[in-house]
């Protein structure tokens, strides 16, 4: 149960950081919100699936080595996640949305298809991996990984600039950099420890 904590904390702490959220909540202005949500949703499960088949992969490596891997993609996770914080938010996130779907179905598979793109080798996903090669609990990981991005997609559909205007972007990424540096430093010693 631990497992699945620290990931939703971790996950949740690096989808709040990440742009995607904006193009959540550009979606939800402009379309119905559970229409969205349903999208945003489905297209959450294809990423943590395909995050967790990657950490699966990742944790047959030998320990040292594995160990190592690991160090240095928990250090390239916090960089993209400080340098999200960083980047201004003023992006063009509503590109490719000029061609509103019709139906109910339209803004289903609009929301499934940015979001399955945007979320694609983003912090989060970076995460994921991680964590299921550190922890080898699939299952654990992915209900965490799952939980805190659906809950992160939730808040972006309900009023995701309320979040933003009461913790600044910037302070909640640099809080997840640090925690994937402590992840990554924690893990080079137990990689040079073997």
């Known amino acids: 149960m631990s497992v699945a904590a620290i990931t939703f904390a971790l996950v949740f702490l690096a989808e709040v950081a990440d742009t995607s959220g904006l193009v959540t909540l550009v979606l939800a202005t402009r379309f119905p919100a559970r229409w969205v949500l349903l999208g945003v949703c489905a297209g959450m499960l294809v990423h943590v ?23 240095l993609i928990f250090l390239v996770g916090a960089f993209l996640i400080w340098r999200e914080g960083e980047e201004d938010d003023d992006d063009d996130d509503e590109a490719g949305l000029e061609k509103a779907p019709k139906s109910r179905w339209g803004v289903v598979a609009t929301a499934f298809g940015v979001t399955a793109l945007s979320e694609f080798a983003d912090p989060s996903q970076i995460v994921t991996v991680s964590l299921a090669a550190r922890y080898g609990d699939l299952v654990a990981v992915g209900i965490g990984a799952l939980l805190g991005l659906w809950a992160c997609s939730a808040l972006a559909v309900w009023g995701g600039d309320r979040l933003r205007r009461l913790i600044p972007v910037k302070w909640v990424t640099r809080v997840a950099a640090a925690v994937m540096v402590a992840l990554a430093l924690w893990t080079a010693v137990d990689a040079i420890r073997g």
């Open 49 to 71: 699936a395909i995050a967790l088949a990657a950490g699966g992969l990742l944790s047959l490596l030998p320990g040292r080595l594995l160990e190592a891997v690991l160090a």
